[in-house]
């Protein structure tokens, strides 16, 4: 699928990879991107830079009636990427309850659940057309300080690969993005170095004109799945040596 001339539709579009997936869109030749966020304020820059070429939405992924609403608003999309996400930082088992990862299920898996039925009408409608979910590189491992995260973005993998195949009929193509700490907000946990926002957008838009099924976004992330596919298991035992402290930790 090519950029130029799409409408595509990016949840959490606030900032780091949302923004930066916008910017890359338009510069690509997309003719609108609904951005849709919590908080539209967020997106005065991009509506000032671009005019009427971007349309802030008003939506909480995790609204399924908020959701189907939207999709008819925007009935001409033919490309979406579910980019909203959220993480406690915590463990499976060093939170005080389980409401951040209810939250991060909610977001992280219910929310491009949600998108995904709603826009596959649209989609269908519109030639069929592109979804992408922006996931993780622990998507595939499993990071105990960050345990339950990891867990909403592989059962957020596993849906990816189940739309993949029940969309294929109707011709509407789904990518997995799984990038390794991204320099953004969320991305402060850690002061490893980081794939850049920027470098993030553009692997992803390569993905989608080059009709990938999977892309790991940025040098890093390329690094770490290579990893992954030599030694599953050695990584997986390097990255359980990470654990989380007896203190819960908020998000960011």
Request: charged fraction near 15%.
């Given at each position: 699928?090519?950029?130029?001339n799409?409408?595509?539709?990016?949840?959490?579009?606030n900032g780091g990879i949302?923004?930066a997936?916008i910017?890359e869109?338009?510069?690509r030749?997309?003719?609108?991107v609904?951005a849709?966020?919590r908080?539209?304020?967020?997106?005065?820059t991009l509506?000032a830079?671009?005019?009427?070429r971007v349309?802030g939405i008003?939506?909480?992924?995790?609204?399924?009636?908020?959701v189907?609403?939207v999709?008819?608003?925007a009935?001409?999309?033919?490309?979406?990427?579910?980019?909203a996400?959220f993480s406690?930082?915590?463990g499976?088992l060093s939170?005080?309850?389980?409401?951040l990862a209810r939250r991060?299920?909610?977001v992280n898996?219910f929310?491009?659940?949600?998108i995904?039925r709603?826009?596959?009408?649209t989609?269908k409608?519109n030639?069929g057309?592109v979804i992408?979910n922006?996931l993780?590189?622990?998507?595939?491992?499993?990071l105990?300080?960050?345990?339950t995260y990891?867990?909403?973005?592989?059962a957020?993998?596993?849906?990816t690969?189940?739309?993949?195949?029940e969309?294929?009929?109707q011709?509407?193509?789904?990518i997995?993005?799984?990038?390794?700490?991204?320099d953004?907000a969320?991305?402060?946990?850690?002061?490893?170095?980081k794939?850049?926002?920027e470098?993030?957008?553009?692997?992803?838009m390569?993905?989608?004109?080059?009709?990938?099924?999977?892309?790991?976004?940025g040098t890093?992330s390329r690094v770490?799945?290579?990893?992954?596919?030599?030694?599953?298991?050695g990584l997986?035992?390097?990255?359980a040596?990470?654990?989380?402290s007896t203190r819960s930790?908020?998000?960011?």
């Amino acid at each position: 699928m090519k950029i130029s001339n799409s409408v595509a539709f990016v949840t959490g579009a606030n900032g780091g990879i949302g923004q930066a997936l916008i910017h890359e869109l338009i510069g690509r030749g997309a003719i609108k991107v609904y951005a849709s966020v919590r908080n539209k304020a967020s997106l005065r820059t991009l509506e000032a830079t671009y005019g009427s070429r971007v349309v802030g939405i008003h939506l909480d992924v995790t609204d399924l009636a908020s959701v189907m609403n939207v999709s008819v608003e925007a009935g001409d999309v033919n490309l979406v990427i579910n980019n909203a996400g959220f993480s406690g930082e915590t463990g499976a088992l060093s939170g005080d309850d389980a409401a951040l990862a209810r939250r991060e299920m909610d977001v992280n898996y219910f929310g491009p659940l949600y998108i995904s039925r709603a826009f596959a009408p649209t989609l269908k409608s519109n030639g069929g057309g592109v979804i992408v979910n922006v996931l993780s590189f622990l998507s595939l491992v499993t990071l105990p300080l960050m345990g339950t995260y990891s867990a909403s973005k592989a059962a957020a993998l596993s849906l990816t690969n189940s739309l993949r195949a029940e969309l294929s009929a109707q011709g509407t193509a789904v990518i997995a993005a799984m990038p390794v700490q991204v320099d953004t907000a969320m991305g402060a946990w850690t002061d490893q170095e980081k794939v850049t926002a920027e470098d993030a957008a553009l692997d992803i838009m390569d993905a989608i004109e080059n009709e990938l099924t999977e892309v790991f976004p940025g040098t890093l992330s390329r690094v770490a799945a290579a990893a992954f596919v030599a030694d599953p298991k050695g990584l997986q035992a390097q990255l359980a040596t990470i654990l989380p402290s007896t203190r819960s930790r908020q998000s960011n």
